[in-house]
């Protein structure tokens, strides 16, 4: 199956910093998406984002489908940006999404 | 937020018993899927439904049956639970395969 990797796999910030958060894919994909899941359990989504650049508040996703990677970037990170951070893909129509492994995010005030 | 409940939030059940979780959507989404949330091992699909009666297995169904009689309810049924399938368990909706998938709150189960 296809293979999703995240980097890095931990980060620590100071309020106010921006980071970029990467995902890899080892195939082609038409449906790829970015969560957010807070330190209670809660799956937010943030993103789908097969191709293309978006941008919601602080925010914003890229994704480079002919190089099989996106991004994501927080930007004037906030203590409730804490949490883990996943990209999702599926290669075929159903939404069946394959996981990565995260990216653990912790924002120091 | 989309309207996505799960029952029961918690449950602690013994190995060899039977166990149905449900999740219910007020969505009217015609995609429903069920995830189960290990360490090491982050997100992995159990099954999914297309629409109602039509269910497919995912990744990890092994042990796992599932049903939808209703557009809005999507069960989750472990036959003869075991220890390997102590979990936090998701459900989600998404409108078609082309759309943001949105999920629940998760079900902690313990198998003991």
């Known amino acids: 199956g296809i293979q999703v990797e995240q980097s890095p796999p931990d980060l620590i910030l100071q309020e106010g910093a921006n980071s970029t958060l990467r995902c890899n894919f080892s195939d082609s994909v038409n449906n790829l998406q970015w969560f957010h899941q807070n330190p209670w359990g809660q799956l937010i989504n943030l993103f789908y984002?097969?191709?293309g650049t978006k941008q919601n508040g602080r925010l914003s996703a890229t994704t480079v489908a002919t190089e099989r990677y996106s991004l994501l970037y927080i930007s004037s990170s906030q203590t409730t940006d804490s949490g883990v951070y996943f990209c999702?893909?599926?290669?075929?129509?159903?939404?069946?999404?394959?996981f990565g492994g995260g990216t653990r995010v912790l924002v120091k005030p | 937020d989309a309207g996505i409940t799960q029952s029961p939030r918690h449950k602690v059940t013994e190995t060899g018993t039977p166990v149905t979780l449900r999740c219910h959507q007020t969505e009217n989404h015609r995609y429903m899927y069920w995830y189960r949330q290990d360490p090491g091992h982050g997100l992995r699909l159990i099954h999914y439904?297309?629409?109602?009666?039509?269910?497919d297995k995912g990744e990890v169904s092994d042990g796992y049956s599932v049903s939808r009689s209703k557009t809005e309810d999507f069960l989750l049924t472990l036959e003869s639970a075991t220890s390997s399938q102590t979990s936090v368990y998701f459900c989600?909706?998404?409108?078609?395969?082309?759309?943001?998938?949105?999920f629940g709150p998760g079900t902690r189960l313990t198998v003991t």
């Open positions: 989600a909706i998404s409108e078609s395969w082309a759309n943001e998938q949105y």
């Open positions: 999702a893909v599926d290669k075929a129509a159903g939404n069946k999404l394959t």
């Open positions: 984002i097969p191709s």
């Open positions: 439904s297309y629409g109602v009666k039509d269910t």
